[in-house]
């Protein structure tokens, strides 16, 4: 078993920052990949970034050059910079990480962008 722990969620004005921190239950090296999902009210859920053991990346073209994805190994901790944040970006966000056939989901924190 796999607990994720979400933090950094909040209100912020169009154009502000918000860091999003995921922190895992266990070493993030046996984690073969994590990310950050959003689900919008009366939208589908969507991928928004993810990042491999290897530090590979890949982002949903609505967030490319706004936000970036990484790793702290030390800390078992995913983090997502978000920048120029607007309100269609308003949303649920929740970490997820898959690890072999196995797939683990936090809690979620609220980002809501205020125009």
């Known amino acids: 078993q796999v607990q994720l722990v979400e933090s950094g969620g909040g209100l912020v004005q169009a154009g502000g920052s918000l860091r999003l921190s995921c922190a895992a239950s266990?070493?993030?090296?046996?984690?073969?990949?994590m990310g950050w999902y959003r689900q919008a009210p009366g939208k589908q859920r969507e991928l928004v970034a993810l990042?491999?053991?290897?530090?590979?990346?890949n982002y949903a073209d609505s967030v490319k050059g706004r936000f970036t994805i990484s790793r702290d190994n030390a800390k078992n901790t995913v983090y997502l910079q978000m920048n120029s944040l607007r309100p269609e970006d308003t949303a649920v966000y929740s970490c997820?990480?898959?690890?072999?056939?196995?797939?683990?989901w936090g809690q979620g924190t609220q980002v809501t962008v205020d125009s």
């Open positions: 997820n990480a898959r690890r072999g056939l196995e797939g683990y």
């Open positions: 266990i070493s993030i090296f046996s984690i073969n990949v």
């Open positions: 990042i491999t053991v290897g530090g590979s990346t």
